[in-house]
């Protein structure tokens, strides 16, 4: 069954096919050896390694990668969206409509630029740091893009302002701050101790500007299935 001269990456990529693309990190520990077989003393640590490290993975939600290239294609296109039910990752895929691509890229832009634009009538800045120049200013989905439907990706209670460095943060690829429904800011022991100290902002501080009235459901999903605690 083992495919020779596969590195884990390789591997890795194979089993995520198998899987429409996608797959948690139990699923590829648990199937990789379709492809090749596991060595060394800790086998699934190198495999967390890979995922985490390998530039053709990326993050979707905790615990739960898929390929780069199929997940661009999802976003770019507008193809369906992943959400979640009884903690497992599903892939909606979008009904088949005759229009080109860009077509769809043009609608998919036009909805993104409504979401900031909304944001920005509403919010005015970002709550952490008080920035607003919008030119700095990032809309950020609670819920990400990738994982709402058309309705959620559009409603502005499905995002924040943020500058650049709590947008990144706050990103479904990285998950490293969220926020709890009393507006306190949690922020992952993933982060070194060094940058945590850097930021401007500590474990559990109260961020009084931070809105939350319409989101505490979006900030919820958040926490579950995007912040890395």
Same mark, same amino acid.
């Given at each position: 069954?083992?495919?020779?001269?596969? *590195?884990? &990456?390789?591997?890795? =990529?194979?089993?995520?096919?198998?899987?429409?693309?996608?797959? +948690?990190?139990?699923?590829?520990?648990?199937?990789?050896?379709?492809?090749?077989?596991? *060595?060394?003393?800790? %086998?699934?640590?190198?495999?967390?390694?890979?995922?985490?490290?390998?530039?053709?993975? *990326?993050? #979707?939600? &905790?615990?739960?990668?898929?390929?780069?290239?199929?997940?661009?294609?999802?976003?770019?296109?507008?193809?369906?969206?992943?959400?979640?039910?009884?903690?497992? #990752?599903?892939?909606?895929?979008?009904?088949?409509?005759? !229009?080109?691509?860009?077509?769809?890229?043009?609608?998919?832009?036009?909805?993104?630029?409504?979401?900031?634009?909304?944001?920005?009538?509403?919010?005015?800045?970002?709550?952490?740091?008080?920035?607003?120049?919008?030119?700095?200013?990032?809309? +950020?989905?609670?819920?990400?893009?990738?994982?709402?439907?058309?309705?959620?990706?559009?409603?502005?209670?499905?995002?924040?302002?943020? +500058? %650049?460095?709590?947008?990144?943060?706050?990103?479904?690829?990285?998950?490293?701050? *969220?926020?709890?429904?009393?507006?306190? #800011?949690?922020?992952?022991?993933?982060?070194?101790?060094?940058?945590?100290?850097?930021?401007?902002?500590?474990?559990?501080?109260? #961020? +009084?500007?931070?809105? !939350?009235?319409?989101? =505490? =459901?979006?900030?919820?999903?958040?926490?579950?299935?995007?912040?890395?605690?």
């Amino acid at each position: 069954m083992y495919k020779e001269n596969l *590195t884990y &990456s390789e591997a890795i =990529e194979m089993v995520m096919k198998d899987n429409g693309g996608f797959a +948690s990190l139990k699923y590829i520990y648990e199937n990789i050896e379709k492809y090749r077989k596991k *060595t060394g003393k800790t %086998p699934d640590n190198t495999i967390q390694e890979r995922v985490q490290r390998d530039n053709r993975f *990326t993050r #979707i939600a &905790s615990g739960v990668y898929g390929l780069t290239e199929f997940l661009e294609n999802i976003e770019e296109n507008d193809l369906g969206f992943f959400t979640v039910k009884e903690n497992n #990752i599903i892939f909606k895929k979008k009904k088949q409509i005759d !229009i080109t691509e860009k077509v769809v890229k043009q609608k998919v832009r036009i909805g993104q630029n409504k979401f900031r634009s909304d944001l920005l009538k509403l919010l005015k800045k970002c709550p952490i740091t008080q920035i607003d120049e919008k030119k700095l200013l990032v809309a +950020s989905h609670i819920k990400p893009w990738l994982h709402s439907n058309n309705k959620e990706r559009l409603n502005p209670n499905n995002g924040f302002l943020l +500058s %650049p460095l709590y947008d990144k943060l706050f990103d479904k690829d990285i998950g490293l701050i *969220t926020f709890t429904s009393k507006k306190e #800011i949690l922020i992952s022991k993933r982060l070194s101790n060094e940058n945590r100290a850097r930021l401007s902002v500590k474990n559990g501080d109260y #961020i +009084s500007d931070l809105p !939350i009235d319409g989101r =505490e =459901e979006f900030l919820e999903y958040h926490r579950k299935y995007i912040f890395q605690g």
